[in-house]
């Protein structure tokens, strides 16, 4: 599976504390592996995110992702959950 980062993903990320930015590189890997794994708690967000996942970076962090054919993921944001959804 291809993942793509967007600027805004990498400049969303670069904000994060160091920490933070070495878990969601490990969860980029397995997201790349398989999408479904458990340990992503990957969701599929409702109205107004239709067509939009979020995964889990770890507790309180997200980032967002979407599919744009059956072989790219587009991850396109990363932040705490409280101002990720906003």
Sequence with gaps: ????RTDDFERA?????????EQ???QVVILKNDWR??????????????G?????IMRG???????DTAS???????DHRKDIYR
Aim: glycine content about 0%; some cysteine; overall charge positive.
């Design 1 to 4: 599976m291809l993942i793509i």
């Design 13 to 21: 990320l670069a904000k994060l504390p160091a920490q933070i930015r």
């Design 24 to 26: 969601c590189e490990a």
């Design 37 to 50: 794994d458990t340990r992503l708690h990957i969701k599929k967000l409702r109205e107004p995110y239709k």
């Design 52 to 56: 939009i996942y979020s995964f889990r």
């Design 61 to 67: 962090y997200r980032a967002l992702f979407y599919f």
């Design 72 to 78: 790219n993921i587009i991850i396109f944001d990363a």
